[in-house]
């Protein structure tokens, strides 16, 4: 984060606001006026809506002023956390060229995605960290608008679990 940048914490999701980059489109405003309002001081009320909603409004953003963060979930009892990152067709804990745990998907038109694989590290394994992976494709596929398809067995397990993830399955 440049010195600059603002970072506005939430529950679930963090705000980050990058002021030099911005080209005042009002984008973010006009979409979300209860958690976006420049009358507000903080200007960004980030538990104002859902994190799915803030995501995809600042998905909008003309400039890249606007970046969101991911809370990831605790692991050890709480006494450390995990980064959920989003990469190619996939969301990943670890280093790009060196990642500890992935869930990886192939797009299939534009408004479904299928799960092939999930993949934890010994290191990981029993954290939850597959868990919140699925978890994350989740709110990524709301937020887009999509449905997805696990074929991979892990994937369908937690479907299968989690009942409130069933507007997402396809």
């Given at each position: 984060?440049?010195?600059d ?6 529950k ?54 606007l ?69 994350r ?31 997402v399955?396809?």
């Amino acid at each position: 984060m440049s010195d600059d940048s603002k970072q506005y914490v939430g529950k679930d999701i963090d705000v980050i606001f990058h002021p030099g980059r911005c080209v005042h489109s009002a984008k973010c405003v006009s979409g979300l006026p209860g958690v976006f309002n420049i009358k507000k001081k903080p200007w960004v009320h980030v538990d104002g809506e859902t994190a799915d909603k803030i995501a995809s409004q600042i998905n909008n953003c003309p400039s890249g002023a606007l970046e969101y963060v991911w809370k990831s979930n605790l692991l050890n009892g709480g006494k450390q956390m995990f980064e959920i990152k989003e990469g190619t067709n996939c969301f990943y804990v670890g280093k790009e060229d060196h990642k500890e745990a992935e869930i990886h998907y192939v797009k299939n038109g534009n408004h479904i995605i299928i799960v092939d694989h999930t993949i934890v590290s010994d290191s990981l394994s029993g954290q939850g960290v597959g868990q919140a992976l699925v978890k994350r494709l989740v709110e990524f596929a709301r937020a887009k608008g999509i449905k997805i398809m696990p074929l991979c067995p892990f994937a369908k397990s937690q479907f299968n679990r989690h009942e409130d993830y069933a507007d997402v399955l396809l």
